[in-house]
């Protein structure tokens, strides 16, 4: 997805999009919306097939439950965000991993701009608590690459204990996320990129 000079380390594996009927496509287009300013659990497959002029049947034959059309609004989500990725690090231009590291926390900033409810991801797993849940999979993917990437670029960088200091870095993207939407805390991804800066600039190597 990005040209390799960019330097993102590791295999995003973000499933293409299925091929769906306009109805599909009108389907996916409203719960994507209902599900995320509205929630998950609050939102019905009524009020769904109504957002998308269609009827329940037309819903059920294209995505089979609300379990998977769920499960599609994430994974729809999951390639927004990765585009969006690749746009933001394609103009940002990172030459070190230090500064691919940075980017991704600049790339959060932009991303909330203007957003109401955070990420789609942790809002999810906070209602979805069942691990068998055909959406967990997407949610925990998306986070576990993030972790991944950071660790990648962390050990190019050279320094000690990539590992630990990829768990410190997500912990701070993470905790952004939470704190924009819980404590509507505005400038959580701008504290957390000076954070992460500072974190770098304090690492051993």
């Known amino acids: ?3 390799q000079q960019l330097r993102l380390l590791v295999d995003r594996r973000v499933p293409a999009a299925p091929r769906l ?3 599909g496509e009108r389907i996916l287009a409203a719960a994507s919306t209902l599900f995320y300013e509205q929630g998950i659990r609050t939102v019905g497959v009524d009020a769904i097939a109504a ?3 269609v009827t ?3 819903l059920y034959d294209r995505f089979g439950s609300k379990d998977r059309l769920i499960a599609a609004y994430l994974e729809e989500r999951d390639r927004t965000w990765h585009r969006f990725l690749d746009d933001q690090l394609a103009e940002r231009k990172p030459a070190t991993p230090e500064a691919m590291i940075l ?3 600049a790339a959060l ?3 909330l701009a203007g957003s109401r409810n955070g990420c789609g991801f942790i809002n999810a797993s906070v209602e979805l608590a069942a691990p068998d849940h055909p959406a967990m999979p997407v949610i925990v993917g998306q986070k576990q690459w993030l972790r991944a990437e950071f660790e990648a670029q962390a ?3 050279g320094f000690t204990d990539p590992g630990e200091l990829a768990d410190r870095l997500l912990l701070l993207h993470e905790g952004a996320l939470v704190s924009y939407r819980v404590a509507a ?3 959580a991804p701008e504290v957390a990129a000076r954070a992460a800066a500072d974190l770098l600039a304090a690492w051993p190597r």
């Open 109 to 111: 900033t932009d991303w």
């Open 185 to 187: 805390m505005t400038s």
């Open 1 to 3: 997805m990005l040209d």
């Open 155 to 157: 050990r190019a960088a």
């Open 56 to 58: 329940k049947k037309t």
């Open 51 to 53: 957002a998308a002029d």
């Open 21 to 23: 009927t306009p109805a």
């Open 103 to 105: 980017a991704l926390f």
